[in-house]
């Protein structure tokens, strides 16, 4: 960000522009709307200028511009629309210690107005840093078709009613009041007063709100491979409570002032307890809280969802499931392939590489037969084991087994290899992220030439 956008007082301020032709009446515009003390200095002003010198507007100084015409000033706008005159100007307005734009000529100006959606005292700026003049335009006109034509009289309306709703506790209710008023519509100054008198009314008399807790699938990653359902959970949530494989980009969506808590949960690093996440749960939907615990994945596949289920029964609080993605789905899209082929298997296994009692247990000899497919989650520092009690089942060395790193993220890596082959193969791959391993899955042929293909190309 090469600019910081800020939102200045210019009330009672001096604001010079110098110029009086088309682009200083652009500006004048936009300047006319604020309470600063205006002053054009200009050998030629243009009809408009000279009418808003006579109404009072602004002070209209005749002549070309001088020393210390920018003295005092807060802003000074270089709007000659002539780059030697722009530059003279510029020169001595920044002697007179003012902040310098020249109009069209972002290289030289120390600061740029953004292109803004007014809705007084609500006001929305947007700055592309001159990079894209078409596409500021493009989300002005989507945020203004977005913003009620009402939205400032709203906002002026609530401020004035600020300390009436501070007859409604600080915090989850206070904020439900306003959210409330702001998403009905008004026609009128009349009907938002009503509505104000009638909303506080209603939320004073209201019941205590109870508790909830969503549990709710991050995916694997890819914001776009969220729910529906899920960002809306996430754009209600009072508290989110995230384990560390979610996504940061997932974390940015959740509501602006939702208090975020790691629940750090770590295959093998420090973490907290379960017993701690539970209470972390229990204790905020207790207070009233709307708590969403966001879960990698699928929160029902490998997610200890249960210990948290029971944790919320026993206290009384509701709960539902929000289901995700779960990295297998999104790692074996990766691949190009699907977990069942007609004539290849006929059902797939979800298995985990530890369980409570270290590595896990499971059927290997069933595992250990042609065709079958697994995906193994947490399966990296297991993977010596699984290939040893596989082969000892007489499972083919040749299996093709496949593990892919970070699916569905940018850095996501995809390692072909042979059960035989499975270690060292993947300690030397040094993977650092959250990796899966596919038993009987290899990347689609066709991926695999393709990206050969690209590789040479490269070469
Ligand atoms: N509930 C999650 C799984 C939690 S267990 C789900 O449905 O995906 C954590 C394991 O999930 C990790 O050890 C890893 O094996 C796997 N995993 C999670 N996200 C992953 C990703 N983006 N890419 C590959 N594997 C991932």
Redesign the pocket.
């Known amino acids: 960000m090469k600019h910081f956008p800020i939102f200045m007082a210019l009330e009672g301020r001096r604001v010079v522009v110098s110029g009086g032709g088309e682009a200083a009446l652009a500006k004048l515009r936009l300047l006319l709307k604020t309470e600063a003390k205006l002053v054009v200095v200009t050998e030629d002003a243009a009809p408009e200028i000279a009418q808003w010198a006579q109404d009072g507007r602004l002070t209209l100084i005749r002549r070309a511009m001088e020393p210390g015409d920018a003295l005092c000033a807060r802003l000074f706008y270089a709007a000659n629309e002539d780059d030697a005159e722009d530059a003279r100007v510029a020169e001595l307005a920044h002697r007179d210690g003012a902040l310098v734009n020249i109009v069209d000529n972002l290289e030289d100006s120390q600061f740029i107005t953004p292109a803004m959606v007014d809705r007084d005292p609500v006001v929305v700026a947007i700055g592309t840093e001159g990079a894209a003049p078409v596409l500021a335009r493009a989300i002005k006109k989507d945020i203004e078709e977005r913003l009620s034509p009402r939205l400032g009289l709203m906002a002026r309306m609530g401020k004035a009613f600020r300390a009436r709703a501070e007859a409604l506790p600080f915090g989850v209710k206070r904020r439900e009041f306003w959210a409330d008023y702001y998403a009905q519509g008004v026609a009128s100054e009349t009907d938002a007063s009503s509505s104000l008198e009638a909303l506080l009314d209603k939320h004073l008399t209201a019941k205590p709100k109870e508790g909830r807790v969503d549990l709710v699938?991050a995916g694997?990653?890819d914001p776009e491979l969220l729910t529906l359902k899920a960002r809306k959970a996430l754009d209600e949530a009072d508290v989110v409570i995230y384990d560390r494989?979610v996504a940061p980009e997932i974390l940015e969506l959740a509501r602006r002032e939702a208090v975020m808590l790691s629940a750090g949960k770590e295959?093998f690093g420090p973490s907290v307890t379960q017993d701690a996440i539970n209470e972390m749960i229990v204790s905020h939907a207790r207070s009233g809280a709307h708590v969403v615990r966001l879960?990698?994945?699928?929160?029902?596949?490998?997610?200890r969802l249960d210990e948290e289920i029971d944790a919320c029964d026993a206290s009384g609080i509701a709960w539902t499931i929000i289901p995700?993605?779960?990295?297998?789905s999104?790692?074996v899209a990766a691949l190009g392939q699907s977990f069942t082929k007609r004539g290849r298997n006929s059902g797939v296994r979800f298995i985990?590489g530890h369980d409570t009692k270290g590595f896990a247990d499971h059927d290997w000899k069933t595992l250990a037969s042609e065709g079958e497919v697994a995906a193994?989650?947490?399966?990296?520092k297991s993977a010596r084991f699984i290939q040893g009690r596989l082969l000892m089942h007489g499972a083919d060395p040749l299996t093709q087994v496949t593990v892919?790193?970070?699916?569905?993220?940018p850095e996501?890596r995809i390692l072909a290899t042979t059960l035989g082959e499975l270690e060292p193969t993947l300690t030397h791959a040094n993977l650092t992220?959250?990796?899966?391993?596919f038993l009987g899955l290899a990347p689609r042929a066709a991926l695999v030439a393709a990206q050969h293909h690209e590789m040479e190309a490269a070469i």
């Not at 995700?324 to 297998?328: E, F, R």
């Not at 193994?376 to 990296?380: F, L, Q």
């Not at 892919?404 to 993220?409: F, G, L, V």
């Not at 992220?433 to 391993?437: D, E, K, S």
């Open positions: 699938g694997p990653g494989l295959g879960k990698s994945g699928d929160p029902t596949v490998f997610g995700g993605i779960t990295s297998a999104a790692a985990t193994i989650y947490m399966g990296k892919i790193e970070n699916a569905s993220r996501q992220g959250p990796a899966l391993v």
